[in-house]
């Protein structure tokens, strides 16, 4: 089922029709990475509007690895919000750090390990026409977050991954704007990654 199927209020968008939602979710997730790639802490209650769009439209085109991502993307971006708001006023607000070679490791495993595993069981169990890239997305973006909320540098190598994945697949589903808007949100996540390399603190003791 597409998104033209469900929801009534389209839109034109370069020709091609687009719903309400998605444009509310298109909209609000350009801006919470905008202001991110800033280190503004309001990127976390725009980017929750957001993800609850999100969660909703993809779960009608049946991704539904990604539908449940937005879930937690809830609970991770009020988390990212507290955490970020008891840090502001202080130098620790601003300090971005490399990861260790035992973390980028670590993040590696669990990322290999982590896809395969949600891959096999959306195959098993769910429709979903792509569960191989829909498991990668899936399990790419809570790690990227997780680094995110601790100003690691490594967390913008992550979103470039989860968005030159996100891209062909949301036009094979019939989400035009959320394609271009992933393609959009690479070209600010290599800002970002050259924003944040320009506060980093050296991380005593990596390697």
Same mark, same amino acid.
């Given at each position: 089922m597409s998104a033209e199927a469900w929801d009534l209020q389209q839109i034109t968008v370069f020709g091609q029709g687009v719903s309400g939602l998605e444009l509310v979710a298109f909209a609000t997730g350009l801006a919470s990475v905008w202001l991110a790639l800033r280190l503004r802490i309001a990127n976390w209650p725009v980017g929750l509007i957001s993800v609850v769009?999100?969660? #909703?439209?993809?779960?009608?085109?049946?991704?539904?690895?990604?539908?449940?991502?937005? $879930? #937690?993307?809830?609970?991770?971006?009020?988390?990212?919000?507290?955490?970020? @708001?008891? @840090?502001?006023?202080? $130098? &620790? &607000?601003? &300090?971005?750090?490399?990861? $260790?070679?035992?973390?980028?490791?670590g993040i590696a495993a669990i990322a290999l390990l982590s896809t395969s595993v949600v891959a096999l069981l959306l195959a098993l169990f769910t429709d979903s026409p792509a569960p191989l890239f829909d498991a990668a997305i899936f399990v790419l973006s809570l790690l990227a977050i997780w680094w995110q909320m601790q100003k690691k540098l490594e967390s913008w190598w992550l979103w470039i991954a989860v968005d030159v994945i996100s891209i062909p697949v949301y036009w094979s589903r019939n989400l035009p704007l959320s394609a271009i808007l992933y393609a959009v949100f690479l070209a600010l996540c290599i800002a970002g990654l050259r924003a944040w390399r320009s506060r980093m603190t050296p991380l005593a003791g990596a390697g």
């Open positions: 769009c999100y969660a #909703v439209l993809l779960f009608h085109v049946k991704l539904y690895a990604d539908a449940l991502l937005q $879930s #937690v993307f809830v609970w991770f971006g009020i988390a990212g919000w507290r955490a970020w @708001a008891t @840090a502001g006023g202080t $130098s &620790a &607000a601003y &300090a971005v750090t490399r990861a $260790s070679r035992r973390e980028r490791i």
